[in-house]
């Protein structure tokens, strides 16, 4: 191609542009600092602009198809720097097309980040977050969080959209099962796990990638469960609740923020100054950047807060989003709201600094392409070591809830099993809805898993879930009529001695935009249940889902419950292992499962209120026709062990640390583990506080007919909490102190602070 002047010179300028850069940016001895102020120096505005929009790739999407911008528009914007990242790209070889034209085209080359939603594996998948929270175990959790940045690394990740540490109470909410449930103690420590999983000791190496703690702020507070709807929470609430665990994030050093779609004080979260400026950016000190969420940006029109797409700019930049995800609102509009003084030109730089350090830290400037090993990919996906690691985590994440008469656990000589569900024999459902980076048909499914581990079964479906195959994004259809293969399935159940039925929900019936009105067993599944149950009552119920669903009726009815949840590509061996007594299960639930959907918000760190009752007249807070009783508490789950709790005792002689001691007896014929959960009630303060809050919790080993003693402690910070203006106080009074095996089930006692 002959070379025009003006290509002549943009080559020249391209070419100086890519040696300037790896000359300052290769020199160890210059801090990442001064290398961010000298490239900044060196930007247009509209590169600038450029490292604050991030577009979708070309494979998946993960949100609402943008109303403005096309593939074409996006690589034209691509080769001209107006790119900082990109989401949902698979595959090292188009993650590394995609660099190449960044570094090698570009007047400044500065690589792109590449994000994806890593939210619980990527490849190997692990079980949803909300059944791993039910291990509170912190160093499986940070482990299965590390393998998934190593199967995401592997595949030219550098950026997952995870850990999502939104408190919620509501199961009607899709998106519980991405979260670690209802309480913000524990839904710290998981953040914290994860976030030390994925980020690593090094981000420089290239099994290290950048977390993103989402979504800023109380989105798990959506009115009715309703996805996307209003947010409108009180100020102790949103201290108290909500913030904590973006706070420990802050605290684990997470590299990025991503905001909320929801209003807080009728304010969207991605133009909230108080959210992202007081709190994230001044008063915690945040040094990483905030990306918006998928179109949050151009949201801010329909929320009824931005008159138009530039409007949306200047509100959300100014409110300190530093980065746009496909709203196309910077990369639009940006430049001319600088040219005409609504953006000062110190809010741009202030944001391209903070994204800038990451790809510094991150080592994309020594090396573009860490990300895109070929070989890497080839051998580390799908790893042996990944599967044991999922296997082991599923099996940690299993929930006892109902064995009577010890039906559980089978022996393995047990004949004549009869399977029944769909669920069954689904190997999608088990790998959860944020499975896009994973393949489909990957889950070891329960019927593979009875097989694998040589139990005598037969099976019947009994009935199909849904009507139609279905897919990420569209709206499950379920089958609420057709029973026609329920005579077979009451046919084998008669004959069989003992019948494990799988129901639950549809993989995609939990997750995004998945809210659900009913709590109860969905389709003909409760049907099918009370039709097996009429011929045969040995029954054991394993659960596949992605929220608390209200089974009162089984829980009356059915001899042995197991909530396996949806617990990844091993889900069956996990189950399997369980039911026949390999694994002895441990987990406990993070939130609580209510009796019927009426209840809901149901949680256990609720206030007392004024009439906490019971009273003999009706003049109290309680329902005419259901319990206040949740079915079963945060912090509940069985074990085929059994534990006794005994001789609590509070040392209170050191102020500065309460020491709390209980013995626990394994008094069954099985070792097991025992999650013992540390809870205190603030009788009197300046604020009211929950009846119950959970502040440690100790996971331990005890052999059969073993006593084992743990100790826990409580310093100031377990025992303040935030005022309405934000400040941490702790203040004198009475403490009730609880220790048991579940948030309902403990040993009291109290002690005065002064
Ligand atoms: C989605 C989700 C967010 C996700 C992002 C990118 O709409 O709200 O959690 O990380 O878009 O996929």
Not at 292 to 299: A, I, K, M, N
Not at 570 to 594: C, E, R, V, Y
Not at 655 to 682: D, F, R, W
Request: include cysteine.
């Amino acid at each position: 191609m002959k070379f025009q002047p003006y290509n002549r010179l943009r080559v020249l300028a391209v070419c100086f542009g890519i040696c300037f850069s790896q000359i300052i940016f290769s020199q160890t001895n210059i801090s990442i600092d001064t290398k961010v102020n000298t490239l900044l120096s060196k930007m247009t505005l509209e590169e600038k602009i450029g490292q604050m929009n991030q577009y979708n790739g070309f494979w998946e999407v993960t949100g609402p198809t943008p109303k403005e911008g096309n593939a074409k528009e996006k690589y034209d914007h691509l080769k001209k720097g107006m790119v900082g990242a990109v989401l949902n790209v698979k595959g090292v070889e188009n993650v590394r097309k995609l660099q190449e034209i960044v570094v090698n085209e570009t007047r400044l080359g500065i690589p792109l980040l590449f994000g994806f939603d890593v939210i619980h594996g990527h490849k190997t998948l692990f079980p949803i977050p909300l059944a791993s929270a039910c291990s509170w175990d912190l160093d499986a959790i940070e482990k299965s969080a590390h393998i998934a940045a190593i199967e995401a690394s592997a595949v030219g990740i550098n950026w997952t959209f995870a850990p999502m540490v939104d408190i919620t109470r509501d199961a009607r909410w899709g998106r519980v099962m991405e979260g670690a449930g209802e309480d913000p103690y524990l839904g710290s420590k998981i953040g914290a796990a994860q976030i030390r999983g994925f980020q690593g000791t090094d981000l420089a190496s290239n099994s290290s990638i950048i977390a993103c703690v989402k979504h800023f702020a109380g989105y798990g507070f959506a009115e009715s469960g309703r996805d996307y709807n209003t947010v409108d929470v009180g100020t102790s609430t949103l201290y108290n609740i909500i913030l904590p665990p973006f706070k420990a994030a802050v605290e684990s050093d997470v590299k990025t923020v991503m905001n909320s779609f929801n209003v807080l004080n009728g304010i969207p979260a991605t133009s909230n100054k108080f959210l992202q400026r007081d709190i994230l950016k001044g008063k915690w000190d945040f040094r990483g950047f905030v990306v918006s969420d998928w179109g949050s940006g151009y949201e801010m029109i329909d929320h009824g807060y931005a008159k138009d797409l530039k409007h949306a700019a200047e509100l959300a930049a100014n409110a300190g989003s530093d980065m746009d995800m496909e709203s196309y609102s910077y990369v639009r509009h940006l430049k001319q709201l600088v040219d005409e003084g609504k953006v000062d030109i110190k809010v741009i730089d202030e944001a391209v600094r903070r994204i800038l350090r990451i790809k510094f830290e991150l080592g994309l400037f020594d090396n573009p392409y860490k990300y895109c090993d070929a070989k890497r990919e080839k051998e580390l996906i799908y790893h042996a070591d990944n599967i044991a690691a999922s296997l082991d985590m599923a099996k940690k994440s299993i929930v006892l809830l109902k064995n009577e008469n010890n039906l559980l656990p089978l022996a393995k000589t047990q004949k004549n099993i009869a399977v029944i569900g769909a669920l069954a024999n689904d190997k999608n459902s088990p790998l959860g809805s944020w499975r896009i980076g994973s393949d489909d048909n990957t889950a070891i499914s329960v019927l593979e898993g009875l097989k694998n581990i040589g139990a005598n079964i037969t099976y019947a479906k009994g009935a199909d879930l849904i009507t139609t195959p279905t897919s990420f994004s569209e709206e499950v259809k379920i089958n609420e009529t057709d029973k026609s293969e329920f005579a077979a399935a009451i046919k084998l159940a008669k004959k069989s001695n003992v019948v494990i039925m799988v129901l639950g929900e549809h993989g995609f019936q939990s997750g995004e935009g998945r809210s659900r009105s009913k709590l109860d067993l969905p389709g003909v599944q409760q049907q099918l249940l009370e039709a097996i149950y009429k011929v045969n009552k040995n029954i054991i119920l394993v659960l596949m889902n992605g929220r608390p669903l209200a089974i009162t009726w089984a829980n009356e009815h059915i001899p042995a419950i197991v909530e396996a949840w949806q617990l990844g590509s091993q889900t069956g061996n996990a189950i399997a292992s369980t039911l026949f007594g390999d694994n002895n299960p441990s987990a406990k639930i993070t939130m609580s499962f209510p009796r019927s959907v009426g209840q809901v918000p149901i949680y256990y760190n609720h206030y007392n209120t004024g009439r906490p009752g019971p009273k003999s007249e009706v003049f109290w807070s309680h329902y005419g026709d259901e319990s206040n009783k949740p079915l079963y508490p945060f912090g509940y789950g069985l074990s085929y062990s059994k534990f006794e709790y005994s001789n609590l005792k509070i040392d209170d002689s050191n102020p500065k640390k309460i020491k709390i001691t209980v013995a626990i007896k394994n008094t069954s014929a099985v070792a097991g583990e025992e999650i013992a959960q540390l809870y205190i009630h603030q009788k009197t303060a300046s604020v009211v506080r929950p009846v119950k809050e959970l502040k440690g919790f100790s996971k331990i080993k005890i052999g059969a007919g073993e006593t084992k003693e743990v100790v826990l402690y409580l310093t100031d910070k377990e025992l303040g909490f935030y005022s309405n203006n934000g400040d941490f106080i702790v203040e004198a009074g009475t403490f009730d102190v609880m220790v048991g095996t579940s948030s309902e089930d403990v040993l009291s006692g109290s002690f005065y602070k002064n």
